[in-house]
């Protein structure tokens, strides 16, 4: 007789989630997980996998929840200026909670693990090119409202605003305060302008 499953599988995801998104897939260890979950090593593996498969549907599930909740408001039809300060509000806003204060779980993943796991570098290349596809369109509708300078092509303004946010990534996670970062979205609205 197979055993019952004995916890909510997408608690477990969300408390792995938080654990890999705090400390890192290294700093994470396989009785970290049970610990935090509250699962045994057995309802882990025979649920999720090994740690990179639990690590890997971590990372979805953040994506999932973290950033397309963010970006939603840039995937709607025919966003632009507004939507783009609406987006940069919501980071703020994020970073300023304390799960925002453990970064980018995305950005943390590329920094950590990207350059020794070439498939997950790969799949992150993807994400990158999706996020800069989506600032790109954002920005092209602007331009075509007459709300964001025009005498730079929208793939460049895109490529700018991705480096930038990525770059802030990479400052906070290496000790500078977000709030000293935060300045550089009102600085690229003006870029924005012209």
Same mark, same amino acid.
């Given at each position: 007789?197979?055993?019952?499953?004995?916890?909510?599988?997408?608690?477990?995801?969300?408390?792995?989630?938080?654990?890999?998104?705090?400390?890192?897939?290294?700093?994470?260890?396989?009785?970290?997980?049970?610990?935090?979950? /509250?699962?045994?090593?057995?309802?882990?593996? /025979?649920?999720?996998? @090994?740690?990179?498969?639990?690590?890997?549907? +971590?990372?979805?599930? &953040?994506?999932?929840?973290?950033?397309?909740?963010?970006?939603?408001?840039?995937?709607? =039809?025919?966003?632009?200026?507004?939507?783009?300060?609406?987006?940069?509000?919501?980071?703020?806003?994020?970073?300023?909670?304390?799960?925002?204060?453990?970064?980018?779980?995305?950005?943390?993943?590329?920094?950590?693990?990207? =350059?020794?796991?070439?498939?997950?570098?790969?799949?992150?290349?993807?994400?990158?090119?999706?996020?800069? @596809? *989506?600032?790109?369109?954002?920005?092209? @509708?602007?331009?075509?409202?007459?709300?964001?300078?025009?005498?730079? =092509?929208?793939?460049?303004?895109?490529?700018?605003?991705?480096?930038?946010?990525?770059?802030? +990534?990479?400052? @906070?996670?290496?000790?500078?305060?977000?709030?000293?970062?935060?300045?550089?979205?009102?600085? &690229? *609205?003006?870029?924005?302008?012209?």
């Amino acid at each position: 007789m197979a055993r019952t499953r004995e916890f909510d599988p997408d608690d477990a995801l969300d408390k792995a989630m938080r654990l890999f998104w705090e400390r890192g897939f290294q700093h994470t260890s396989m009785e970290d997980l049970v610990r935090h979950t /509250g699962v045994s090593r057995y309802g882990l593996y /025979g649920t999720f996998g @090994n740690k990179d498969a639990i690590y890997h549907q +971590a990372l979805m599930r &953040y994506i999932q929840i973290k950033k397309d909740e963010m970006r939603r408001a840039l995937r709607t =039809p025919g966003a632009g200026r507004l939507a783009l300060e609406a987006y940069f509000r919501d980071i703020d806003a994020f970073v300023s909670s304390d799960e925002g204060r453990k970064g980018c779980m995305v950005y943390n993943t590329a920094a950590e693990l990207a =350059p020794h796991h070439p498939e997950l570098a790969e799949y992150l290349r993807g994400l990158q090119v999706e996020v800069r @596809n *989506l600032f790109e369109q954002v920005i092209r @509708n602007g331009q075509q409202a007459g709300d964001i300078r025009t005498d730079i =092509p929208a793939a460049d303004l895109a490529m700018t605003l991705f480096t930038m946010e990525q770059g802030m +990534a990479a400052l @906070n996670r290496g000790g500078t305060a977000i709030d000293d970062l935060m300045s550089c979205y009102d600085t &690229y *609205l003006k870029f924005l302008e012209g």
